[in-house]
């Protein structure tokens, strides 16, 4: 069963079921379905599983009496998670773009990464990192041939304090101009991607792709889901950032070009102010930070990175 929406029968529905009044009869068998599923986990020994079982089926039951939900509709509900599970594999992971383009993953990233001082904000981590990129030197070439615009990216991790964080381990992946990932492609090659780490002094610097909007996959349920709804499957262009030290609160964070069109409409509601940076466009020729010169144009972008203390 797949996901088809009508409007007019959609409002109609709502008109007809959410607002209705409910037969204090019916009202007391439904409320007593939720007190004994609650009951329930009574026994269980795990209280923070516990809580988060009972608030799911709190939750759960009052959406499903509050839209007065079909037998139908759960029908399709059901089909729809199988469908993501069977378009999940090693390098796909559906679930992800589910929880990414419902804002909960955004959410999640919110609850855990409160606010600390001028600590870099924290946004989603999204479905293509891959744990063996390759190591790069300072001022490398995280690219490894991947087609799109140069992109020299220089800053500092330092802590709350303005204190440099030498070592730091920063993480950094990105789709190419085509807006693929080197793991959507057949091979196994690693592309722009890499790791590398900061300085004494807690700079460092890279070659990467001037980063440029993509779809996230929209072959599958969450498309369609995103077809049925109205909304594009576009992401705002990015540079992925995983930084860590032990002297910091690990950040899984992007910056985004400033005066990208699609902007704050990014389908997974990634971007924040703090995160959007000007990525400045240079001529062909003009000389690159080492002196040499290179044909065609590319940008520059500087992203200072401030890692909260750790356990914060």
Known sequence: MSIHVNPGSAQAGAQGRVHREIDPGQEAVEAKLVENVVASFADC??????????????????????????????GAAIDFLTRAGHITDDVRQEFILLSDTLGASMQTINVNNAAYKDATEATVFGPFFVGD????????????GAPGEPCWVEGTVTDTDGNPLPGARIEVWEADEAGLYDVQYD????????????AEDGG?????????PYPIPDDGPVGQMLTAVGRSPLRAAHLHFMVSHDNGRTLVTHIFPEGDPIGWNDSVFGVKESLIKKFE??????????????EGTWSKVRFDIVLAPPGV
Do not use: C, N
């Not at 990129?133 to 490894?144: I, K, N, Q, R, Y």
């Not at 091979?187 to 900061?198: E, I, P």
């Open 133 to 144: 990129a390759p190591h790069v030197e300072l001022g490398g070439d995280v690219a490894f």
């Open 281 to 294: 466009r240079q001529p062909s020729g003009t000389p690159i930070p080492d002196g040499r010169t290179i």
């Open 45 to 74: 020994p795990d209280p923070r599983l516990k809580e988060l079982m009972v608030a799911l089926v709190k939750h759960l039951h009052a959406f499903i009496r509050e839209v007065r939900l079909t037998e139908q509709e759960w």
């Open 204 to 212: 460092y610097r890279f070659w990467a792709l001037t980063p440029t």
């Open 187 to 198: 091979g196994g090659k690693r592309t722009a991607r890499g790791h590398l780490f900061s």
